[in-house]
């Protein structure tokens, strides 16, 4: 990560204190506080990690709302008047309380994700001063109005689900907002979805296409919350109108991953006895699985990965798991990693790996404050891999996989169909260049959209590049019979 400026000169911070709003402050809060309906958790991130450390993975969701609830009237950040409210992500009066001397992010030095020489400026250092300068070298709008620590005098509100595993990718993505913009005070609201709620079908069954957004969008439009972090393999490659994808954080390990029962332990998916259950709910990995593991068995299994863990442990009825391997490591659990799943043995899922950050489209203070995470080489690979799935018109519902690599200024983007059983398949590579010099002129195309990612700070035409590139490899497996393929897999998926 590049390092941030040295400060002017020392700093002396004051002792911290509990500042408490005097009454009036209190009666201009209370009908903005009310507006919210319906209320939804909102819970200090930090308090979250304390907790989940604190009681383990087995308690339910109603004793953790309570204690982060206490931990947020105890100091955890949050609104006095109000427990359910934390903001400052749970860093106390220091984070909260408003700082005399900001240090505006800027974008100004070539990040390590930059593609080659071209994508120099595509990721970023913090620069000092008073209020600084965006991604696209142009000053940022103020986001910190004059004696108030948030947008429009309030803390920037988080949406993300209620999971362990949206928990912490979310807070990840709330440090690295804080590092760029300590004046700021962060607020998570979190809550369930349709894909959180139906646990007993498997997902490419349930054929609704925003099974983990739609409710997270749906208080994005009310303005219920500013901005929502997701799992990018989550979002469509359509957005609804009026949305965007401000920010594509840096790729975490995108491979899929086997864990294996304990009695299974040491042991690798070609070494497992003929006829072990295998659980995976993914119509992709079980294609891919099981042409190269005839002998194995797939089962569906659904739940969060704790939920999945649990199934996986303490019964019999399955002697190992797919996951990806991003949740895992940001779980803790990467030692339960027992095989890693190389390209060569299963494609993974576009977008797998990587978080996003969706934004309203309009919202230019808050699509130039996330910008800044943007990942140069992480937008360009995603583009690729979103356009390749878009062309295909592929979901969850049939068995489409990618694999995608940047050396050297070239893009290479590898995508295949499967049918259900992996029997009859189509895969071909194709490659582009995209280094591309950064353009840093206003215009009209500054907030041009790619498969629904904004990204002003990528070379515009490295990101057409990408896009083209998924689409025409896509439309080299269509003219090969990868529709057929696929329509096939979809009727044959919804007569299950």
């Known amino acids: 990560m590049p390092s941030a400026a040295p400060d002017a000169g020392p700093r002396h911070r004051a002792p911290s204190r509990v500042v408490r709003a005097s009454p009036c402050a209190l009666g ?69 309380a408003v700082r005399a001397e900001g240090r505006g992010g800027v974008m100004a030095e070539p990040g390590a ?15 000092g001063g008073r209020g600084g300068r965006g991604v696209t070298g142009r000053p940022l709008t103020r986001l910190l109005p004059q004696g108030e620590n948030g947008v429009g005098g309030r803390a920037v509100r988080v949406g993300t689900r209620r999971s362990q595993l949206a928990r912490i990718q979310t807070d990840s993505v709330v440090e690295m907002l804080r590092e760029l913009y300590p004046d700021l005070s962060f607020e998570i609201v979190a809550m369930s979805t349709t894909g959180d709620k139906i646990l007993d079908t498997a997902l490419s069954k349930i054929g609704e296409k925003s099974l983990f957004t739609k409710e997270l969008e749906n ?68 294609a891919q699985l099981k042409k190269k593991f005839p002998q194995l068995e797939f089962r569906d ?25 991003a949740g895992l490591k940001r779980m803790g659990w990467e030692n339960r990693i027992g095989q890693l799943l190389s390209p060569e043995d299963c494609l993974y899922a576009v977008g797998q790996g990587a978080l996003a950050v969706e934004v309203r ?88 959209q790619h ?7 990528v070379p515009g035409q490295a990101q057409e590049a990408a896009e083209n590139l998924g689409v025409e490899l896509a439309s080299l497996l269509l003219s090969k019979g990868a529709k057929h393929i696929l329509s096939v897999a979809r009727q044959l998926n919804d007569a299950r």
């Open 301 to 325: 299994i659904r739940g969060n990965l704790n939920t999945r863990l649990k199934k996986l442990d303490e019964k019999e009825d399955f002697s190992a798991i797919i996951l990806a391997a």
């Open 361 to 448: 489209a309009k919202d230019q203070e808050i699509l130039n404050m996330v910008s800044a995470l943007h990942d140069a080489d992480t937008v360009l690979r995603c583009i690729a891999e979103r356009a390749f799935m878009k062309r295909l018109e592929g979901g969850c519902s049939v068995p489409v996989a990618v694999n995608t690599m940047l050396k050297d200024g070239q893009l290479y983007l590898t995508g295949a169909v499967y049918s259900l059983d992996g029997s009859d398949s189509l895969k071909e590579t194709m490659q582009t260049s995209v280094n591309y010099p950064q353009k840093n002129e206003d215009g009209p195309n500054d907030d041009v």
């Open 219 to 286: 208080a994005l439009e009310r303005n219920e919350v500013d901005l929502v972090v997701h799992s990018l393999k989550d979002l469509p490659t359509s957005l609804p109108p009026g949305f965007t994808i401000g920010a594509v954080c840096k790729r975490e390990n995108p491979l899929d991953a086997v864990v294996f029962h304990p009695k299974n332990c040491g042991k690798t998916l070609s070494l497992l006895p003929e006829k072990s259950v295998i659980g995976t709910s993914s119509l992709r990995r079980a």
């Open 28 to 96: 201009l809060l209370r009908p903005l506080l009310s507006l919210r309906s319906p209320p939804i958790n909102r819970t200090s991130s930090r308090a979250v990690r304390r907790e989940y450390r604190a009681r383990g993975e087995g308690r339910g969701l109603r004793e953790r709302a309570a204690f982060c609830s206490a931990a947020a009237v105890t100091g955890a950040g949050g609104s006095r008047g109000h427990p359910d409210v934390t903001s400052g992500g749970g860093a106390g009066p220091s984070r909260g």
């Open 113 to 127: 994700a930059a593609v080659s020489r071209g994508l120099a400026g595509a990721g970023g250092a913090r620069g």
């Open 451 to 457: 498969v629904g990612i904004t990204a002003k700070n």
